[in-house]
C-alpha cells in the first residue's frame, strides 16, 4: 500500500486513488502512529512548512526505510521562520532553485497542468540526481530523484504526481497491482471496492490470483470479496 501523506489536493487524491494499489491517508502529526516497515511508497503531498522536529523525524524515521519517498511542490520550503530553497536541500537531500513561469511538465508519456496559484516553482538543480520530469520546454528538469542510503527520494516540483507514474513505481517495489487502468481501488477486511471514473471494461485481478473481468459505467461502484471474487451487492 502506499500511504498518502497531508493531503488536501482534491486532483491529488484522484491520480493517487486510481494508481491501482489501496492507499491510506496519514495527517503528518499521526505519522509517529503508523508502522512504515509495511509501505513501499510515502508521498508528501502538501509539505511546504515544516517545524524542526517535523524535519527531523521525517529525516529520521522515514528516510531510509521506506523505499521510495516522494515530496511535491516546495516541500519544505518554511521551517516556520525562514523560506528558502536551502530549507528544501536539507530536506530532500536535493538541491533547488527558483525556476520561471512553466504551466505544464511530463513525466514518462503522461503530461501534467501546472495550475497557476504554483507558479514560479523550485525545481531541482542538482547533479548528482537524476532526471524524473521535464517542463514543456524539454530543458529544464521538472522533477528528480536521488539515491539516499536505503530509499529513493524523489521531488517534483508540480502537486499533482499522475496515477501511471505511481502505479509503475509501486509495481516495481512489489506491491499487489489489482487494476492496470484507472480505476478507484479500496481493499480491506475480506473486500475489494472498486469505483469507475470512466465507462469500461476492467479486469481486477485479486491477491490469490484470481481474475474478475468486469464492464463498468462512469461514477459505477461494485464490491466483491478479497478471496473468492464474489460480486457482493447482487
Known amino acids: 500500500a502506499a500511504p498518502h501523506v497531508c ?3 482534491v486532483p491529488a487524491i484522484e491520480q493517487i486513488s486510481r494508481c491501482g494499489v489501496p492507499h491510506d491517508h496519514v495527517y503528518l502529526a499521526d505519522l509517529p502512529l503508523v508502522d512504515l516497515k509495511q509501505y513501499k511508497v510515502v508521498l508528501f503531498q502538501y509539505t511546504g512548512m515544516l517545524s524542526p522536529k517535523e524535519r527531523e523525524y521525517i529525516k529520521s524515521k522515514v528516510l531510509g526505510l521506506v523505499p521510495e519517498v516522494i515530496f511535491v511542490n516546495n516541500a519544505g520550503f518554511s521551517d516556520g521562520k525562514t523560506l528558502s530553497a536551502e530549507n528544501m536541500q536539507a530536506l530532500t537531500g536535493i538541491k533547488m532553485r527558483e525556476t520561471g513561469k512553466h504551466y505544464s511538465c511530463t513525466i514518462g508519456n503522461e503530461t501534467v497542468q501546472i495550475p497557476k496559484a504554483y507558479v514560479p516553482l523550485l525545481r531541482p538543480d542538482d ?3 537524476e532526471v524524473a520530469a521535464l517542463f514543456a520546454d524539454g530543458k529544464e528538469p521538472a522533477g528528480a530523484v536521488k539515491k539516499q542510503g536505503n530509499s529513493n527520494i ?3 516540483a508540480f502537486p499533482v504526481v499522475p496515477s501511471g ?4 513505481l509501486l509495481k ?4 499487489h497491482i489489482y487494476c492496470d487502468k484507472d480505476l478507484v481501488i479500496k481493499a480491506g477486511r475480506g473486500i475489494v471496492c472498486i469505483h469507475a471514473p470512466a465507462d469500461g ?5 485479486l491477491k490469490n490470483g484470481r481474475e474478475i473481468e468486469t464492464v463498468l459505467q462512469r461514477g459505477e461502484t461494485m464490491v466483491f470479496d478479497a478471496e473468492s471474487g464474489k460480486n457482493l451487492y447482487q
Open 154 to 156: 524523489w521531488y517534483f
Open 201 to 205: 471494461k476492467y479486469k481486477i485481478v
Open 127 to 129: 547533479a548528482d540526481a
Open 165 to 168: 507514474f505511481l502505479r509503475d
Open 7 to 9: 493531503s488536501n489536493e
Open 172 to 175: 516495481k517495489n512489489g506491491s
